[in-house]
């Protein structure tokens, strides 16, 4: 389950990042820049609900607690990544 899970978002965050740096032109951009496209139960709001679901199942906030250092560490991770995302939009827009 757990691996579906992974896939199905990564598939989905695939396709957004893709879409956002415009890697292909003509009708592929356009098809893949689609809200639809990436943005939808299967590919977004599955993998958190069933996430949730397992956390609840298994039980696992009372079971882990995570430290400081791993808070500190996957917030500067989200924030690099929105920063890669901002600065590669900026130098690397097609108009």
């Not at 957004?16 to 890697?23: K, R, V």
């Not at 696992?60 to 939009?89: C, K, N, W």
Request: hydrophobic residues 45%; aromatic residues 18%.
């Amino acid at each position: 389950m757990l691996a579906l899970i992974v896939l199905l978002f990564s598939i989905g965050y695939a396709l957004q990042t893709i879409g956002n740096l415009h890697y292909f032109g003509g009708q592929k951009d356009k098809l893949i820049n689609l809200y639809p496209s990436y943005r939808n139960f299967l590919l977004v709001c599955f993998p958190f609900l069933t996430i949730g679901y397992l956390i609840n199942k298994l039980n696992l906030d009372m079971r882990y607690r995570p430290s400081l250092i791993t808070v500190i560490a996957l917030t500067g991770l989200v924030i690099s990544e929105s920063f890669f995302q901002f600065y590669h939009d900026q130098f690397y827009r097609k108009y």
